[in-house]
């Protein structure tokens, strides 16, 4: 009896420490650079029950024991997640088969997502050919077949760009009418997943890799090529199938497209449908979560459903003995999520928060009496095992920590079983004061992540996350059976959309700051957690000194007569951010990828956003769509910066903002930084030069360090540029026209001489840029080239020019092992 007591208070005392382990190990896997070889976890795991038997059995001192769970924990969990990366691995998509024609056959296995451009869908492969000869090739792929030879990146709404892609020949062939399950043979041409790479930036390839996706192609459907041909309708993959074709209803039912794709985006968990105009709305306004099926609204929804399962159950006294009403309301509310979350995609982070609230249930439901950091920790651990990968996510954080606030405040219904007596309205206030508890302390964490914060958040969610939760989304699903239905659904959207546009409309609707370190953040949410935290006022206010660093974090800036250059990682095109002490310039503003994204709206505004950078000026160097794509969306949320460009003066463009013209002998000094323009002349605007001829080349100079940013110049503007005796020596030149075969010419490298030169270019871009020739051109005169696809953004600082340019590429700098390793 009292052995039996002791081992499981042993038990009790390891158990938080041991949990915490695991996800620690796990935590300690993702920092790796480069994988183990195989046999080095498997021998850590194999390491970590011995250890853990070693210190159960052997240490009688507590102390002793607790490190000894901890360590084997901690070993079990990095080895596991390494071993489990391994495995992965082995499937990745061998470098000499991208590009290449390749026969395939497969299932699809989503939601094919239509757009103007064509059609983007996941295929699960079963087999692969080359000519006769049979490979193999990664098992799940994101593939695109596109109608036209419009450009467009494989990426998804919500993510930043896939590069430049080659669809350089035979579009001819429209896509296909592709559905969910259906077994496909086409000919595609794969790519390993590769995504621009900047700082605070979206970490493409990571999203990829946590969905299983180790290969992007396109359909190959020219005249010249074997026609996609599709071998019949599986059963595998039914709720997809379900899915398409609710999707397909509602969009034939709902007349106004923007409450149809408002409900699609709830029911089916497609949100391809969905405006730009609607999601900056609801950005603006805190409630993007509401409608990307995040693990906040799954957790709402559970909330609600237990909600309504409960009220139904207490209608029969008969059930109520059967079993207790709040059991039951917890048991539904976690399947109805489930259910839910299944037929909405089943996205990584509905699977994440289902797992969690599952866990949570059970425990409950066994009767387990655990303090709550126990439990919160157990459901962390869980989800870790299922997905390592998940601590790298914003998401996770935010329904980790809002799930745990409910634990600590004890003010959620469906955690604390606190269901009895309580009035449904009574319920409902709860909640109403639950979402005041989460955005209170969610605030910090929210900025630390996204550097942004919707003041007008609060009262947005306070009455949109009640309304979509218990009203829409109910109306939504039932109008799966009784579509009339949606017509109410569609009504209480645009109740909704009336609040949110109203809201939207307040001065300081969103607050932008710069992204604060991680102990700044870290300290923040503590604070956010303490000042909700049952505890007296005289403690809860020292939350009030910890929230500080967070709301005052500042970026660093060059020093007084020093600039940095921010070479962003855009793809194929320019984007050049200048910073000096107390002045920000943009040279270009990178391509455009699709009808609905380019790089300002992806990468240039959460980039300035991020680093919180006014900008004075907007260079667009000329009318190219790879340096003007961008400039729309920059000039849109930076209306104060002017203008300076060679675009005509019946560009598109000028009616956004107005430019002025760029011409040689401009000039101008910011904080002793000298910025001139070396080209073009005026005359050479008169003479209806081509656009790349009118590229405006940019000087900047301190007196001791020298960066030339020249566009798309060609040769003949290289020649003039030597002849006219212009200041051409730098020390860092972005080479002209992406590594162009028409430009770099040797005259000009010569009266450049730079030590660095910096390739703009996107990853496998059909233009084969940086042509090889060049290269050499530059390597013969020892010049270093870095490349965008192998360095992602380059910082280069003129007071660290001579530092060692390892640390300057965030590729090389945030490598991970999930990382494309671009040959
Ligand atoms: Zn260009």
């Given at each position: 009896?009292?052995?039996?007591?002791?081992?499981?208070?042993?038990?009790?005392?390891?158990?938080?420490?041991?949990?915490?382990?695991?996800?620690?190990?796990?935590?300690?896997?993702?920092?790796q650079a480069q994988l183990q070889s195989w046999p080095v976890y498997c021998a850590v795991v194999l390491l970590s029950p011995v250890l853990y038997a070693l210190a159960i059995t052997q240490s009688a001192a507590s102390g002793w024991r607790v490190a000894g769970v901890f360590l084997a924990l901690l070993a079990l969990g990095w080895g596991v997640a390494g071993l489990r990366a391994s495995v992965f691995l082995t499937d990745?998509?061998?470098?000499?088969?991208?590009?290449?024609?390749?026969?395939?056959?497969?299932?699809?296995?989503?939601?094919?997502?239509?757009?103007?451009?064509?059609?983007?869908?996941?295929?699960?492969?079963?087999?692969?050919?080359?000519?006769?000869?049979?490979?193999?090739?990664?098992?799940?792929?994101?593939?695109?077949?596109?109608?036209?030879?419009?450009?467009?990146?494989?990426?998804?709404?919500?993510?930043?760009?896939?590069?430049?892609?080659?669809?350089?020949?035979?579009?001819?062939?429209?896509?296909?009418?592709?559905?969910?399950?259906?077994?496909?043979?086409?000919?595609?041409?794969?790519?390993?997943?590769?995504?621009?790479?900047?700082?605070?930036?979206?970490?493409?390839?990571?999203?990829?890799?946590?969905?299983?996706?180790?290969?992007?192609?396109?359909?190959?459907?020219?005249?010249?090529?074997?026609?996609?041909?599709?071998?019949?309708?599986?059963?595998?993959?039914?709720?997809?199938?379900?899915?398409?074709?609710?999707?397909?209803?509602?969009?034939?039912?709902?007349?106004?497209?923007?409450?149809?794709?408002?409900?699609?985006a709830l029911l089916v968990g497609d949100q391809n449908a969905i405006e730009r105009t609607d999601w900056d709305l609801f950005r603006a306004t805190g409630v993007a979560h509401l409608v990307s099926i995040s693990g906040l609204h799954i957790t709402m929804f559970a909330w609600g459903a237990a909600l309504w399962v409960g009220w139904l159950w207490r209608r029969s006294g008969y059930l109520c003995l059967l079993w207790p009403?709040?059991?039951?309301?917890?048991?539904?509310?976690?399947?109805?999520?489930?259910?839910?979350?299944?037929?909405?995609?089943?996205?990584?982070?509905?699977?994440?928060?289902?797992?969690?609230?599952?866990?949570?249930?059970?425990?409950?439901?066994?009767?387990?009496?655990?303090?709550?950091?126990?439990?919160?920790?157990?459901?962390?651990?869980?989800?870790?095992?299922?997905?390592?990968?998940?601590?790298?996510?914003?998401?996770?954080?935010?329904?980790?920590?809002?799930?745990?606030?409910?634990?600590?405040?004890?003010?959620?219904?469906?955690?604390?079983?606190?269901?009895?007596?309580?009035?449904?309205?009574?319920?409902?206030?709860?909640?109403?004061?639950?979402?005041?508890?989460?955005?209170?302390?969610?605030?910090?964490?929210?900025?630390?992540?996204?550097?942004?914060?919707?003041?007008?958040?609060?009262?947005?969610?306070?009455?949109?996350?009640?309304?979509?939760?218990?009203?829409?989304?109910?109306?939504?699903?039932?109008?799966?059976?009784?579509?009339?239905?949606?017509?109410?659904?569609?009504?209480?959207?645009?109740?909704?959309?009336?609040?949110?546009?109203?809201?939207?409309?307040?001065?300081?609707?969103?607050?932008?700051?710069?992204?604060?370190?991680?102990?700044?953040?870290?300290?923040?949410?503590?604070?956010?957690?303490?000042?909700?935290?049952?505890?007296?006022?005289?403690?809860?206010?020292?939350?009030?000194?910890?929230?500080?660093?967070?709301?005052?974090?500042?970026?660093?800036?060059?020093?007084?007569?020093?600039?940095?250059?921010?070479?962003?990682?855009?793809?194929?095109?320019?984007?050049?951010?200048?910073?000096?002490?107390?002045?920000?310039?943009?040279?270009?503003?990178?391509?455009?990828?699709?009808?609905?994204?380019?790089?300002?709206?992806?990468?240039?505004?959460?980039?300035?956003?991020?680093?919180?950078?006014?900008?004075?000026?907007?260079?667009?160097?000329?009318?190219?769509?790879?340096?003007?794509?961008?400039?729309?969306?920059?000039?849109?949320?930076?209306?104060?910066?002017?203008?300076?460009?060679?675009?005509?003066?019946?560009?598109?463009?000028?009616?956004?903002?107005?430019?002025?013209?760029?011409?040689?002998?401009?000039?101008?000094?910011?904080?002793?930084?000298?910025?001139?323009?070396?080209?073009?002349q005026t005359t050479d605007y008169d003479k209806g030069a081509r656009p790349n001829a009118l590229s405006c080349v940019l000087r900047i100079s301190n007196g001791a360090r020298t960066a030339l940013l020249v566009g798309d110049i060609e040769k003949a503007q290289e020649a003039q540029l030597v002849a006219s005796g212009a200041a051409l020596k730098a020390d860092v030149l972005l080479v002209p026209h992406h590594g162009s075969?028409?430009?770099?010419?040797?005259?000009?490298?010569?009266?450049?001489?730079?030590?660095?030169?910096?390739?703009?270019?996107?990853?496998?871009?059909?233009?084969?840029?940086?042509?090889?020739?060049?290269?050499?051109?530059?390597?013969?005169?020892?010049?270093?080239?870095?490349?965008?696809?192998?360095?992602?953004?380059?910082?280069?600082?003129?007071?660290?020019?001579?530092?060692?340019?390892?640390?300057?590429?965030?590729?090389?700098?945030?490598?991970?092992?999930?990382?494309?390793?671009?040959?």
């Open positions: 009896m009292h052995a039996t007591a002791q081992r499981s208070s042993g038990i009790a005392s390891t158990l938080f420490p041991a949990l915490l382990a695991w996800v620690l190990g796990n935590a300690l896997q993702l920092q990745a998509l061998n470098p000499a088969l991208e590009g290449q024609d390749l026969r395939i056959t497969g299932v699809v296995s989503g939601l094919p997502q239509r757009s103007e451009t064509g059609l983007r869908f996941r295929l699960q492969v079963e087999s692969a050919q080359r000519g006769e000869q049979t490979i193999d090739v990664p098992q799940v792929m994101d593939v695109g077949w596109y109608a036209g030879a419009y450009s467009i990146s494989l990426a998804p709404a919500s993510a930043a760009p896939a590069d430049g892609f080659d669809r350089s020949s035979g579009l001819s062939r429209q896509p296909g009418d592709l559905k969910a399950g259906e077994r496909w043979q086409m000919t595609l041409r794969l790519k390993a997943p590769h995504g621009g790479r900047n700082p605070h930036g979206f970490d493409y390839e990571l999203w990829l890799w946590e969905q299983g996706v180790q290969a992007t192609g396109y359909v190959r459907a020219g005249a010249k090529d074997a026609a996609p041909v599709p071998l019949g309708q599986t059963w595998t993959h039914p709720v997809a199938l379900a899915r398409q074709t609710v999707r397909d209803q509602i969009f034939a039912t709902v007349e106004q497209r923007q409450a149809a794709s408002l409900i699609a009403a709040p059991s039951a309301a917890l048991l539904g509310g976690v399947l109805l999520a489930t259910a839910y979350s299944v037929f909405s995609g089943w996205g990584v982070p509905a699977q994440r928060t289902c797992l969690m609230l599952a866990t949570v249930a059970v425990l409950r439901l066994c009767g387990a009496r655990w303090p709550w950091p126990h439990v919160w920790m157990l459901a962390c651990a869980a989800v870790v095992a299922m997905d390592p990968w998940s601590l790298l996510q914003p998401g996770f954080w935010l329904s980790f920590v809002a799930v745990g606030i409910l634990f600590a405040t004890d003010s959620g219904a469906m955690y604390s079983m606190d269901m009895r007596a309580k009035t449904i309205y009574s319920k409902i206030l709860g909640g109403l004061r639950e979402q005041w508890v989460i955005t209170v302390a969610l605030t910090p964490l929210t900025l630390l992540l996204f550097g942004q914060v919707s003041l007008v958040g609060l009262a947005a969610n306070v009455l949109a996350i009640p309304w979509v939760t218990l009203v829409v989304t109910p109306l939504a699903m039932l109008g799966a059976v009784l579509p009339v239905l949606w017509d109410g659904a569609a009504l209480a959207i645009g109740w909704l959309l009336i609040y949110l546009q109203w809201l939207a409309t307040w001065p300081w609707a969103a607050i932008n700051v710069a992204i604060p370190p991680l102990w700044a953040g870290a300290a923040g949410v503590m604070g956010g957690v303490l000042l909700v935290a049952p505890l007296p006022w005289s403690l809860r206010g020292l939350g009030l000194p910890l929230l500080l660093p967070v709301l005052l974090w500042q970026a660093p800036v060059p020093p007084p007569g020093q600039f940095e250059l921010l070479v962003a990682d855009i793809g194929q095109g320019n984007a050049v951010l200048v910073r000096t002490a107390r002045h920000a310039l943009l040279y270009d503003a990178g391509p455009r990828y699709s009808l609905e994204s380019d790089a300002g709206n992806r990468v240039l505004v959460p980039l300035l956003q991020a680093l919180h950078v006014r900008l004075d000026t907007v260079v667009i160097s000329h009318r190219d769509m790879d340096h003007v794509g961008g400039a729309a969306a920059v000039l849109a949320m930076q209306p104060q910066a002017q203008l300076l460009s060679s675009i005509e003066a019946g560009h598109p463009l000028q009616a956004v903002h107005a430019a002025q013209r760029c011409s040689a002998g401009q000039r101008w000094n910011w904080d002793g930084v000298e910025f001139s323009f070396l080209h073009p075969k028409t430009s770099s010419s040797a005259e000009f490298l010569e009266a450049v001489a730079p030590r660095l030169a910096v390739v703009q270019a996107g990853y496998r871009n059909r233009f084969g840029h940086p042509a090889p020739s060049v290269l050499e051109r530059y390597r013969e005169r020892h010049i270093v080239v870095i490349d965008s696809p192998h360095c992602g953004a380059l910082t280069w600082r003129s007071w660290q020019a001579d530092m060692p340019l390892a640390g300057a590429c965030e590729r090389r700098q945030g490598q991970r092992y999930w990382h494309h390793p671009v040959p």
